[in-house]
């Protein structure tokens, strides 16, 4: 790993041996997706296509629960990534009485993903929540949506759908309110995401070139301020998404007058920030409570 090679070569520059706390090891997806897969409560059609659901995490007990919108990652790629990937994290949080909805959505490379319809999937999967909280007990009064890696993108943006030009395909007339948002690993602005999942990708979710101004109603980082409270956590070790890049969102949404904390965890990666037990969760876990209550 690039960042592995670099704290050897410090090391030896310093006159010191590489150690193993220096180098430490990161987890793999095949280490957070070898645990036992929880099940989810419920599972939600917000559209026709298969991708078009949502999964509902349900604590025990009467309700109303404080509820968490969930968006995953994955370069905003079907093939690289399912909303399965949280169900750990979406299990751990619906066991300390914390609702979940899980929301999947159509990647860039699948028919209608990309721009506008990752969008769209994504806003009406939270227009669903609205609809059917009730009958699964959850509460919409201080919504939290908490996205990794790329959700860590569609999560800030859901919170500034209100601020989208009315026209564009992705404005919402009715916007879901948002009280707090936890990127974990996010790539909040679109100016700068090509560093994490490459500028292909990128590009594919912006759709069209020539159309004026393309980070005008997809970028979080073009729609400040969010008028939201926000929490970025970053493994230090995260290759995928660089604490700096974090870093720079964080200083925009602070100049624009947004409450924004910024958390580097030492010695963690970028599977880490959704891998319950690990420091990074813990983080996440902590932001969530402290929004949500």
């Known amino acids: 790993m690039r960042q592995a090679a670099v704290i050897a070569l410090a090391a030896l520059a310093a006159g010191l041996a590489p150690t193993a706390r220096a180098q430490p090891k990161l987890m793999g997806w095949e280490d957070l997706t070898a645990r036992p897969l929880p099940k989810a409560s419920a599972r939600i059609a917000y559209g026709p296509d298969p991708l078009q659901v949502a999964e509902v995490w349900r604590p025990d007990g009467k309700g109303p629960f404080p509820t968490v919108l969930m968006i995953h990652g994955g370069c905003w ?56 909280a009730r009958d699964y007990g959850l509460r919409t009064d201080r919504i939290v949506v908490l996205g990794h890696s790329a959700g860590g993108q569609l999560a800030p943006w859901l919170a500034a759908r209100s601020k989208v030009p009315t026209t564009s395909p992705v404005h919402a007339a009715r916007p879901l309110r948002v009280a707090g948002v936890v990127m974990l690993g996010g790539l909040p602005d679109l100016a700068t995401a090509k560093e994490g999942c490459g500028a292909r990708t990128v590009a594919r979710l912006l759709g069209d070139p020539a159309r004026p101004n393309p980070l005008a109603d997809t970028s979080a980082a073009a729609l400040l301020p969010l008028r939201a409270r926000q929490v970025l956590i970053h493994g230090a070790l995260d290759e995928t998404a660089p604490p700096a890049l974090g870093q720079a969102y964080a200083e925009k949404a602070r100049a624009a007058g947004d409450n924004v904390r910024f958390v580097v965890v030492p010695r963690m990666g970028h599977v880490e920030e959704i891998a319950p037990g690990t420091p990074s969760w813990n983080e996440a876990v902590k932001a969530v409570e402290r929004l949500i209550r």
């Open 77 to 132: 790629r079907s093939d690289l990534a399912t909303l399965h990937i949280m169900d750990y994290a979406a299990e751990d949080l619906r066991r300390r009485g914390i609702g979940v909805w899980n929301v999947e959505y159509r990647g860039v490379d699948r028919p209608g993903g990309g721009y506008p319809g990752t969008f769209q999937d994504v806003s009406a999967a939270a227009d669903a929540l609205l609809a059917q």
